[in-house]
């Protein structure tokens, strides 16, 4: 199976700071098709995962566009530029390149 | 709007099965794939498979077969999953999820717990 390893496990940003979030994965994510089926969502807590980016990139409906997502191959990053305190959560990769879809273990966000 | 609604909360003995529902609206159900995703209390995501509403074509993860069985019903644009012999370890929160882009939409989550 893919694995995905985030980093930092932990993150505390103030309002308003840039913060960015690794997830590496084991495999190239690319396809043969020249697609990359790499994923972000957050988890606030108490409340079910909700989609962020959606193929490396693309933001997801109704996501503020302070939240971007870059990367290639098998190294990508979510960036949120300028933290809300509604932004506090654990935010997940995730592939859907290679089967099993895999998810990193995940970074939680605390607002200091 | 898209909505997906989960079944209630279920307490359910060892050994035993459990199905429970996720019922689609304000979209065309046999267009999406839903996705089933289990998380352990405090733990992270782990998917479980996938079903097409519209073939009935299915996909899942290896760790999974035998455990779980996907079903949908079309009249009433209701997606099913079925988990079977089970344990403490599978006490969790099981989430459906549309697809494409995958995720885009989530359940609010069915918790299962396993107890004796």
């Known amino acids: 199976d893919v694995v995905l390893t985030q980093t930092p496990s932990t993150l505390s940003a103030t309002i308003g700071q840039s913060v960015s979030i690794s997830c590496r994965s084991s495999?190239?994510?690319?396809?043969?098709?020249?697609?990359?089926?790499l994923y972000w969502y957050l988890q606030r807590p108490g409340q079910s995962p909700q989609l962020l980016i959606y193929?490396?990139?693309n933001l997801g409906s109704g996501v503020p566009n302070r939240f971007s997502g870059s990367g290639s191959g098998t190294d990508f990053t979510l960036k949120i530029s300028g933290v809300e305190a509604e932004d506090l959560g654990v935010y997940y990769c995730?592939?859907?390149?290679?089967?099993?879809?895999?998810f990193g273990s995940g970074t939680k966000l605390e607002i200091k | 709007q898209v909505q997906l609604q989960q079944s209630g909360a279920e307490l359910v003995k060892p050994g035993s099965s459990v199905k429970m529902s996720c019922k689609a609206s304000?979209?065309?159900?046999?267009?999406?794939?839903i996705y089933w995703i289990k998380q352990r209390p405090g733990q992270g995501l782990e998917w479980i498979g996938r079903?097409?509403?519209?073939?009935?074509?299915?996909n899942y993860n290896e760790k999974f077969k035998g455990k779980a069985t996907f079903t949908v019903d079309k009249s009433s644009s209701t997606a099913y999953m079925q988990l079977s012999s089970l344990t403490p370890e599978d006490t969790a929160v099981y989430y459906c999820?549309?697809?494409?882009?995958?995720?885009?939409?989530w359940g609010q989550g069915v918790m299962v717990t396993v107890s004796s």
């Open positions: 495999q190239s994510l690319l396809d043969s098709a020249g697609n990359t089926y």
């Open positions: 079903i097409g509403p519209g073939s009935g074509d299915t």
């Open positions: 999820a549309r697809g494409r882009p995958l995720g885009g939409y």
């Open positions: 995730m592939q859907a390149t290679h089967a099993p879809l895999t």
């Open positions: 193929l490396v990139s």
């Open positions: 304000g979209y065309t159900f046999t267009s999406y794939y």
